[in-house]
Nanobody, 124 residues
Framework: VQLQASGGGLVQAGGSLRLSCTAS????????VGWFRQAPGKEREFVAA????????LYDDSMRGRFTISRDNPKNTVHLQMNNLKPEDTAVYFC??????????????????WGQGTQITVSS
């Protein structure tokens, strides 16, 4: 089982990026998917999550309205569209999968599989 986050990079404040989470060895449509991030010296924090069908989503309050999570189950992919990026959004972003039958969650401990992160750096 492998999850892979991609799409990170360097962007100026106010810019946009779109992250993708792809999976091998599991069918993402059977899982809820969350995005988390970790900045240097800080704990991992919740960003957004979507349930298995895409019918329910959850956001951290500080990111609601700027970030949008979506999924394309036929392509086994979940996206995180990030707009109006700020320097404080600089972090490594991770995607994680959680068994669908247990519902949506903002807690990292509730996730069963994790991918390698992708770095996002927002310059001021």
């Amino acid at each position: 089982v492998q999850l892979q986050a991609s799409g990170g990079g360097l962007v100026q404040a106010g810019g946009s990026l779109r992250l993708s989470c792809t999976a091998s060895g599991l069918t993402l449509s059977s899982y809820g998917v969350g995005w988390f991030r970790q900045a240097p010296g800080k704990e991992r924090e919740f960003v957004a999550a979507v349930n298995w069908s895409g019918g329910r989503d959850l956001y951290d309050d500080s990111m609601r309205g700027r970030f949008t999570i979506s999924r394309d189950n036929p392509k086994n992919t979940v996206h995180l569209q990030m707009n109006n990026l700020k320097p404080e959004d600089t972090a490594v972003y991770f995607c994680a999968a959680r068994f669908a039958f247990v519902g949506i969650s903002s807690s990292s401990s509730d996730y069963n599989y994790w991918g390698q992160g992708t770095q996002i750096t927002v310059s001021s």
